[in-house]
């Protein structure tokens, strides 16, 4: 079955370190997302990608980091810069202009 | 302002109740139209699409006023099931990108 896989789904972080979330997809989207969800906050958009090698900020990328060398593949880095990073952080992806969202099962990260 | 502002709730309906939600959108040029279901510490999952002509599912239907700017999301015969939060989501389109504004959500409990 097609669709997207986020690990891992629960993460540690201690100060000062940067992690990696991985989000793989196997639908054939061209574009994908990573948001941020923080309570009572709703979904804000970090850094989205159209195609392979291109990426595009999105509106707090401020101490992220992501990369797109495979259509499949698009993981996100959490720089040490991330002041505040303990969230739910969810990728997605897209077919086309028009169309929804397909999200993964997302990341919970916790700063220890 | 924001480009998607929705009544956070918690909206508490008795089983077999009619509950509707709405949600504005600030962009005048915006073209898509969505509603997600997110349970809780879960990832969003589309409910459905809005159209221009309005759409039913089942015990769901979502309408679209671009003259008021909302779109709304009306839930007939509520089942304990329906207890979720629902995201409007709203695609502005910028530089041709697909990018989707998400509300903060609408927390709904139905009760028995």
């Known amino acids: 079955d097609g669709g997207i896989t986020q690990s891992p789904k629960y993460l540690f972080r201690k100060e000062g370190q940067n992690v990696t979330l991985s989000c793989e997809q196997n639908?054939?989207?061209?574009?994908m997302y990573w948001y941020r969800q923080d309570p009572g906050q709703g979904l804000r958009l970090i850094y989205y990608?159209?195609?392979?090698?291109?990426?595009q900020k999105g509106d707090i990328a401020e101490g992220y980091s992501v990369s797109r060398e495979k259509k499949e593949s698009f993981p996100l880095t959490v720089t040490s810069a991330q002041k505040n990073p303990t969230a739910f952080y969810l990728c997605?992806?897209?077919?086309?202009?028009?169309?929804?969202?397909?999200f993964g099962s997302g990341t919970r990260l916790t700063v220890v | 302002r924001k480009e998607v502002e929705q009544d956070p709730g918690p909206f508490n309906v008795p089983e077999g109740a009619t509950v509707a939600f709405n949600c504005t959108y600030s962009n005048s040029a915006s073209q898509s139209f969505f509603w997600y279901r997110q349970d809780c510490r879960k990832e969003p999952k589309l409910l459905m699409s809005?159209?221009?002509s309005g759409n039913e599912d089942g015990r769901f239907t979502a309408q679209l006023n671009r003259a008021s700017q909302y779109i709304s999301l009306l839930i007939r015969d509520s089942k304990l099931s329906d207890s979720a939060t629902y995201l409007c989501?709203?695609?502005?389109?910028?530089?041709?990108?697909?990018?989707?504004?998400f509300g903060t959500g609408t927390r709904l409990t139905v009760i028995p």
């Open positions: 997605a992806s897209s077919v086309d202009r028009g169309y929804g969202y397909t």
């Open positions: 809005v159209y221009s």
């Open positions: 990608s159209q195609i392979v090698n291109d990426f």
């Open positions: 639908l054939n989207h061209d574009a």
């Open positions: 989501a709203v695609n502005t389109r910028s530089s041709g990108a697909n990018n989707l504004f």
